[in-house]
């Protein structure tokens, strides 16, 4: 893919750059995608989702680790986008999550808006801006850091 903007990604291009399955491939679709810099993507989520049995019964609420998982894996789709990466033989793994702060909770029914940046890259080490919002309220933000690494190595 080139560094211009590209619009509308669905579920299979979105497969076909990570690895994810499911229960546990949390991007439904890319609206924008800056390879490189930056990902507008988003999940739906419903009550069909595994973890709501479990988290919590008659209180459905999505867990927070899930919520900045599907911010990482939208922060892969930047990564994994950039020309001469082959994605077949890589693997985007967090390093680091800092500042993380949880607004709101996420419930079946939201749509769940995954905005991040790239804040910084130094050889295979990406550090970027996450901010999740559903109806334009901040559900969750923070900062990951991930590393994209050969499948081999693993």
């Not at 080139?2 to 991007?27: A, C, D, G, W």
């Not at 680091?96 to 295979?124: A, H, Q, W």
């Amino acid at each position: 893919m080139s560094n211009t903007e590209i619009s509308n990604l669905n579920i299979q291009k979105i497969m076909s750059m990570l690895p994810h399955r499911y229960p546990f491939l949390l991007v439904d679709r890319v609206e924008e995608l800056i390879p490189g810099e930056h990902v507008k993507a988003y999940k739906n989520v419903t009550i069909n989702e595994p973890f709501f049995q479990g988290h919590f019964p008659n209180l459905p609420v999505m867990p927070g680790v899930l919520i900045i998982e599907s911010l990482a894996q939208a922060g892969g789709l930047i990564v994994l986008s950039v020309d001469g990466i082959d994605v077949a033989d890589k693997v985007f793994l967090f390093t680091g999550i800092d500042k993380v702060k949880f607004r709101r909770p996420v419930v079946p029914g939201d749509k769940l808006e995954l905005n991040v940046t790239k804040i910084r890259s130094k050889m295979n080490i990406w550090k970027m801006k996450c901010v999740a919002t559903v109806d334009g309220e901040i559900a969750a933000q923070g900062e990951v850091s991930a590393a994209i690494v050969d499948k081999e190595s693993l």
